[in-house]
């Protein structure tokens, strides 16, 4: 007998997010639809103040859309409150952030082991033995005992995602985890995701940087808080391009 076919991570419906500023509404998602398949590495690319870190916190379950409905591993987050979201966060997301996160008076081992100090009946050895794990899953198991000031930026990238996987989460969302790094050490930590996607891990990762959203199996283009095709993602981005450099020529020879 066939087992059911499991759900998506991700399943947004109509999703929109606005925030208040005092009687302005800057509505920063609209009419967003995306499903994350199990196993899946898409990419979110588009220019800045597009929209990509808040559509990436509503997946990781840190802020709720304004409208629409959100599923995650199946149920639906519509009732959810901030306690539920942040077990169901502990429990099944791995986050990896462009600034590394890293508590800098812990050492590397203990910053890879933190998010499993929220989870009953994970005792301090068995946490130490999966953070060594997942620092060996990423090549930084030699290092466990120093500080994060005490490693390169890309070392410290390294040491987040270990973090982020340590629990064995459903999917890890990564928000632009090479900006601060150079060409070199964001091409190892790409390496890296790609990796772990290897593995089976679904990952979900924001970029501005086209180079690394070939790494995904799919890119969504975000423009303007809505999702695009790529031939109209370009089309825009050109006229956009195009509009900047008039306005800049009428500032020079007005």
């Known amino acids: 007998?066939?087992?059911?076919?499991?759900?998506?991570?991700?399943e947004m419906r109509d999703v929109g997010k606005v925030f208040l500023a005092g009687a302005i509404e800057n509505h920063v998602l609209t009419d967003i639809h995306l499903t994350i398949g199990r196993g899946e590495f898409v990419?979110?690319?588009?220019p800045s103040g597009c929209g990509k870190?808040?559509?990436?916190?509503?997946?990781?379950?840190l802020d709720v859309p304004t409208r629409g409905e959100l599923r995650f591993l199946g149920e639906s987050t519509a009732h959810a409150g901030a306690g539920q979201r942040a077990v169901l966060r502990n429990a099944h997301v791995g986050f990896v952030f462009q600034a590394f996160n890293l508590v800098p008076?812990?050492?590397?081992?203990?910053?890879?082991?933190?998010?499993l100090t929220f989870r009953q009946g994970v005792g301090r050895r068995e946490r130490m033995e999966r953070a060594a794990e997942a620092l060996a899953s990423v090549g930084m198991v030699h290092r466990m005992r120093h500080l994060p000031g005490q490693l390169s930026g890309g070392q410290q990238q390294r040491v987040a995602v270990a973090r982020a996987v340590v629990g064995e989460p459903a999917i890890l969302?990564?928000?632009?985890?090479?900006?601060?790094?150079?060409?070199?050490?964001?091409e190892k930590v790409m390496a890296l995701l790609s990796g772990l996607h290897a593995q089976g891990t679904t990952i979900c990762m924001v970029t501005h940087d086209d180079r690394f959203s070939a790494a995904a199996e799919r890119t969504v283009r975000l423009l303007d808080g809505r999702v695009v095709d790529e031939a109209t993602f370009r089309q825009l981005q050109h006229e956009a391009e195009s509009g900047l450099d008039e306005r800049r020529t009428l500032e020079i020879f007005p």
């Not at 007998?1 to 991700?10: G, H, Q, T, Y």
């Not at 870190?53 to 379950?61: E, F, I, V």
């Open 1 to 10: 007998m066939r087992s059911p076919k499991a759900p998506p991570v991700i």
């Open 173 to 186: 969302l990564a928000d632009e985890p090479t900006g601060n790094l150079d060409l070199r050490n964001g």
């Open 53 to 61: 870190t808040t559509l990436l916190s509503l997946m990781g379950l």
């Open 43 to 46: 990419a979110i690319a588009g």
């Open 105 to 115: 008076d812990m050492t590397v081992a203990d910053n890879v082991a933190l998010p």
